[in-house]
């Protein structure tokens, strides 16, 4: 018996398990006794989704009704992570949904996994998008995420002998149960041709763009649910398909075989996410990619503005458009060119309505990172925003010269054009100038951000500078990811604190109570035993889950510098084999994280630790003291149960070069303390913990910049620091190749004769450090005081935090219940 509507909202086990079996009938068309994994897996989800789409309607109806401001979110990527066990929490059915599957005999962990997660981001950025949609719908923030729909997303990593290997992924393979195709609202988006000016019917002088192709863009929505709230926002994910009809005859003079080239174009165009991070490519794919998302997404805004019939200028008070990075960067352009062109506003009054609406986050400081585009290849794609730059360069440089009479090397330092050489189209620049709000992403970053790259656009319109720490959802790493500590901090506390993360606080009071610290204690060692069952399981490793869990994931870059890690296990593996007796805390050595495909620099690190782990890990003589263990395919799947598990957070970036890293709030969240420098939001999280619960080391970012403008000499510290020495002498030898001297060679050579991220340097303090962190875990109680004092002091770096701040100090944007 079939009770449609019931079975669709109901939320006891009983009808979640009638729900999952009509599904599993009506959507997969198979019977229980036939259905395979991922037939269970998708009724599963349609069964979550149904229960979604209610909220989904009514927030949309009540926005709608309420004329509410929207924040907009542009991002060319969100790493969302597996939906269905996030869904399942925020909708606060977890258990209920795990007693109906259950109750057919089925593993719910297991279809829980089978979920194929959508992998449409590198790392930090990426994730940080994905966090901030969360909260923005906890906090019942009307807001929307603007992005691109990769047909395959970030490549999956395999290691084979040691190295790594680059797998498509094709997540899209069985089907996306989470997203609606709403093909009705494509938009038009043109590239190349050329510009002509012209004067209107009244006399206006006017510019007509004629592009050369277009392509059409669809939106996919997925709902984004808040936790335990009615609001459930939208990202909207635009997916690149040939267009409707065009006048290629116009541009190409009838050449047919052209046109259908161009169609198969214009398809490619969301086909892959690049998979670079902190290294810019100037790749004509990459910007159409850019233009693209940012183009479709402007022109649904003003759908949205038309549907509810708002004029023009109302755009910035519907409106406010984050820029994530200077990947959407082009939107100062291509809002001015709707607005001017298309619109027929005049350009100063355009020029209000775009600075007020846009915003823009930096997220790194790295020189390699920042993107600058080849003006031939831009103008070639996009004729009419190069002479719009240009217009906006011309009159911002008139005020930069009023206001610094004289200064021509400002001038040429701030325009939005790079003219030594060969000519560039600064996008920071163009970012800068078209917003009226720019941010940093941790306090350390956004005062460097201040002093260096951006520091003549400081001094030129300070008001427009603030911080905005970084912050991450506790409902995905900690309720999600950590069930167990989740249930003993509720049972102390109360369950406010996943909505309220400064509650943790509270924690504090039971820091000196014994049975507290052994129930912590017990949580940490049963999310050990967990990943040394996953570790068993998939690398066939066996590990201790009473050693030392010390981890370092993130991705794999020399400025992030797991190779310092790296020459600690050596130094520790060389110390026992000297001194067979040595005692030392027994210490399993966790890595995870991908290298861009073309970082030949970062793949020989990966290759250098799973070099050290076979020799280590088959070596008697220290095998139980030290392990060594790389993750294969870190990603947001393969993380969650990391997180919970470690003892030690690695986060030994040279000073100065992490923007803000979320990785590090992870980990103390889930109770690891850190080991790391003074960099990004490890200075804050320090502050928050307390010195004395963090393994602090190594220079500052002022003792950085003195150290290099000296004159810095790695050799100084190789021929002072006999350990170091032996340690690198050890891998040059080839005792990690098989007696291959060449393998590691590179970066041997790196280090001793330019190493720019000063790992030397820092050698001796990061192994001081390690030595009293040794020490420090053979005090259990102790080490448990701290543990529960770093989860405790971490409600500051709940992404809730950081999107009240956004809230407030940027988007002006209040919360609308939704009923
Ligand atoms: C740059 C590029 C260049 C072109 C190809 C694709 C691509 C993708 C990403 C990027 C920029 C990456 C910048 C980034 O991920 N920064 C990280 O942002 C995190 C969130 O704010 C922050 O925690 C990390 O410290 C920072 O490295």
């Given amino acids: 018996q079939i009770q449609v509507e019931e079975d669709r909202i109901g939320l006891s086990p009983e009808i979640l398990r009638r729900a999952f079996l009509d599904n599993l009938f009506y959507i997969q068309g198979k019977p229980l006794a036939l259905a395979t994994k991922n037939d269970f897996y998708i009724a599963l989800a349609y069964t979550v989704r149904d229960r979604m789409l209610h909220c989904w309607n009514s927030t949309a109806s009540t926005y709608t009704a309420r004329g509410s401001r ?76 603007y992005g691109i729909r990769y047909e395959f997303g970030i490549f999956d990593q395999e290691i084979r002998d040691g190295w790594q290997v680059e797998i498509t992924d094709k997540w899209l393979r069985y089907g996306n149960p989470w997203e609606l195709p709403r093909p009705e609202w494509a938009v038009e988006i043109k590239f190349g041709g050329y510009t002509e000016p012209f004067t209107d019917d009244q006399g206006r002088y006017r510019v007509r763009w004629i592009p050369a192709w277009s392509v059409k863009g669809v939106p996919y929505d997925t709902p984004i649910l808040g936790y335990q709230v009615n609001t459930a926002n939208t990202l909207r994910l635009w997916k690149a398909e040939a267009p409707e009809s065009f006048d290629f005859e116009a541009f190409n003079q009838g050449n047919y075989y052209r046109a259908v080239q161009e169609k198969v174009a214009s398809e490619n165009l969301t086909k892959v996410l690049y998979p670079n991070d902190e290294k810019f490519e100037g790749k004509q794919l990459r910007l159409q990619q850019q233009f693209f998302f940012v183009s479709c997404s402007l022109q649904d805004m003003f759908h949205i503005l038309e549907r509810q019939q708002l004029p023009l200028e109302a755009f ?50 790295l020189p390699e990172a920042l993107e600058k585009w080849a003006l031939d290849l831009f103008a070639g794609l996009l004729p009419r925003h190069l002479e719009i730059i240009y217009e906006i360069n011309a009159r911002f440089l008139d005020r930069v010269r009023l206001k610094f009479v004289g200064d021509a090397e400002r001038t040429a330092r701030m325009s939005l054009i790079d003219e030594q050489g060969a000519r560039y189209i600064r996008m920071a620049h163009l970012a800068c100038v078209g917003s009226h709000a720019i941010n940093g992403v941790a306090a350390l970053h956004s005062e460097l951000l201040k002093q260096t790259v951006l520091k003549d656009f400081y001094e030129f319109f300070p008001e427009k500078f603030s911080n905005k720490t970084n912050g991450v959802t506790p409902r995905r790493w900690i309720a999600l990811s950590n069930p167990s500590m989740t249930k003993l901090i509720t049972s102390k506390i109360g369950s406010g604190w996943i909505k309220h993360l400064d509650q943790l606080r509270q924690l504090e009071s039971f820091v000196g109570d014994i049975e507290f610290q052994r129930q912590w204690r017990e949580s940490k060692r049963s999310n050990k035993q967990s990943l040394a069952a996953l570790v068993k399981n998939r690398l066939d490793i066996t590990i201790d889950p009473d050693s030392l869990f010390d981890v370092q994931s993130k991705r794999i ?42 970082y030949y620099m970062a793949k020989l690190m990966i290759k250098l630790i799973t070099a050290i782990a076979e020799v280590v890990n088959g070596d008697p003589d220290v095998r139980d003291r030290i392990k060594v263990v790389f993750i294969p395919d870190y990603n947001v799947t393969n993380s969650q149960p990391v997180y919970p598990a470690a003892d030690l957070s690695e986060q030994i970036s040279t000073a100065g070069l992490e923007a803000s890293g979320t990785g590090n709030m992870k980990f103390a969240m889930n109770g690891a303390l850190t080991i790391g420098t003074l960099d990004g939001a490890n200075v804050e999280i320090r502050e928050e913990v307390g010195a004395e619960n963090f393994f602090l080391f190594g220079l500052i970012t002022e003792e950085v910049a003195a150290l290099k403008e000296q004159g810095y000499n790695p050799w100084d510290y190789y021929h002072s620091n006999d350990a170091l020495k032996a340690a690198i002498d050890l891998i040059a030898s080839g005792h990690f190749s098989h007696g291959d001297r060449d393998l590691f060679k590179p970066l041997v050579d790196k280090l001793l004769h330019h190493d720019p991220f000063l790992l030397l340097a820092d050698y001796a303090s990061y192994i001081e450090c390690q030595t009293k962190v040794d020490q420090a875990y053979r005090d259990t109680q102790h080490w448990t005081r701290m543990s529960i004092l770093n989860a405790a002091r971490m409600g500051k770096f709940s992404s809730d935090r950081s999107i009240r701040d956004y809230c407030k100090e940027i988007w002006k944007v209040q919360p609308i219940e939704v009923l």
Wanted: overall charge negative; glycine content about 8%; charged content about 20%.
């Fill in 70 to 145: 929207t924040v907009c979110y542009l991002s060319a990527e969100f790493l969302m992570g597996p939906h269905l066990g996030n869904n399942l929490i925020n909708l606060g059915i977890y258990d209920q949904m795990k007693q109906a599957i259950e109750g057919l005999d089925l593993d719910f962990e297991e279809l829980i996994a089978q979920e194929e997660e959508p992998g449409l981001g590198n790392g930090g950025l990426g994730r940080l998008a994905a966090c901030y949609l969360d909260s923005l719908a906890t906090l019942e923030i009307p807001s929307m995420g």
């Fill in 316 to 365: 910035p008070q519907k409106f406010t458009v984050q820029l994530n990075d200077t990947h959407p960067a082009i939107a100062v352009a291509e809002l001015m060119r709707l607005l001017v062109d298309k619109y027929l506003v005049e350009w100063d009054k355009a020029w209000d309505i775009t600075q007020q609406t846009l915003a823009y986050t930096n997220h790194t400081l």
């Fill in 557 to 598: 870059h020399e400025y992030k510098r797991q190779h310092l890690n790296a020459l600690h296990i050596v130094t520790l593996y060389d110390s026992i084999k000297q001194n067979p007796t040595l005692e030392i805390t027994p210490r399993t050595f966790i890595f995870g994280g991908k290298a861009a495909p073309g």
